[in-house]
C-alpha cells in the first residue's frame, strides 16, 4: 500500500507518471511512499548561489538533499512520514483553477483527519502557505503542484499533486537540519517544531491510508 524507496528514485517515478498522464490523459495515478531521511528542496532554490555549498554541508552531517520539480519549500522525508502523489488530467476545454486543483489534493486529507482539520498559513511551519493543511491549528501537511500542458490533448493538463504528511510526530533533527540549511543559504528564516501536528493518537497509519484512498477516488 506504501510504497519504500530513496528520495531521488520517488522523484524520479512522480516525473513518469506525470508524463504517463501526459501521454494518456485517461490515466489517473494514486501513489503512497516514504523514503530514508533527506532534504527535498524545490528547484527554484538551486539558483542560490550558496545552493552546492549547502548541500554539500548537510550530506555530511547525514541529510543528503535532493530536488524535485514542484513548487513549495524545503521540507524533510524519513521516517513517520508519509507522500502521496496523486496525477491527473483536467477535463477538456477547462482552464486551470488553480483553487479547485488544490481543493482536490487538500480535501480529501481533510477528511481523512476529521473533526479539526482545516487549511492556510502557519507561521513557523516548513514550506508554509496557504494550502496547507492543519489539524488543530498545527501544520499537519505541506502541498506542492507541478501542472503541464498535456502532450496527447493540448486541451488538457496533466496535474502533479503531493503533499507530505507528518504521520508521527516532526523530528527535531529534521527541523534543525532544515534550519541549518536555510542558514548555509542565508535565507533570513527559521522553522518553529511547535508550528507543527502529527496524525491523531487513535489512528493507525494504515487505517490513515485507507481512508485518503476512499477520500481520493471519492474527489
Not at 505541506?142 to 503541464?148: E, L, P, V
Request: with cysteine; hydrophobic share 40%; aromatic share 8%.
Amino acid at each position: 500500500m506504501v510504497d519504500f524507496l530513496d528520495a531521488a528514485d520517488a522523484l524520479a517515478r512522480e516525473l513518469e507518471l506525470l508524463e504517463d498522464v501526459s501521454l494518456n490523459p485517461e490515466h489517473r495515478h494514486l501513489w503512497f511512499w516514504e523514503c530514508p531521511r533527506c532534504l527535498v528542496a524545490p528547484k527554484n532554490l538551486t539558483t542560490n548561489p550558496l545552493f552546492e555549498q549547502a548541500s554539500h554541508k548537510l550530506e555530511t552531517e547525514g541529510w543528503p538533499v535532493n530536488v524535485r520539480s514542484t513548487g513549495g519549500d524545503v521540507t524533510p522525508q524519513g521516517a513517520g512520514i508519509l507522500n502521496v502523489s496523486h496525477v491527473y488530467a483536467t477535463r477538456s476545454g477547462t482552464p486551470v483553477d488553480l483553487k479547485q486543483e488544490y481543493d482536490r489534493l487538500c480535501t480529501p486529507i481533510e477528511e481523512a483527519l476529521g473533526t479539526g482539520a482545516s487549511r492556510g498559513w502557519k507561521p513557523g511551519a516548513f514550506c508554509d502557505g496557504e494550502y496547507n493543511v492543519q489539524l488543530n491549528g498545527l501544520k499537519f501537511a505541506g502541498t506542492a503542484m507541478r501542472i503541464r500542458r498535456s502532450k496527447a490533448d493540448r486541451s488538457r493538463n496533466a496535474i502533479l499533486a503531493h503533499a507530505i504528511m507528518l504521520v508521527d510526530p516532526v523530528s527535531v533533527e529534521a527541523i534543525d537540519a532544515i534550519n541549518m540549511f536555510l542558514n548555509a543559504l542565508s535565507e533570513p528564516r527559521q522553522i518553529d517544531i511547535a508550528a507543527h501536528t502529527s496524525l491523531p493518537d487513535a489512528y493507525t497509519k494504515d487505517t490513515f491510508v485507507g481512508n485518503l484512498i476512499t477520500a481520493f477516488l471519492g474527489c
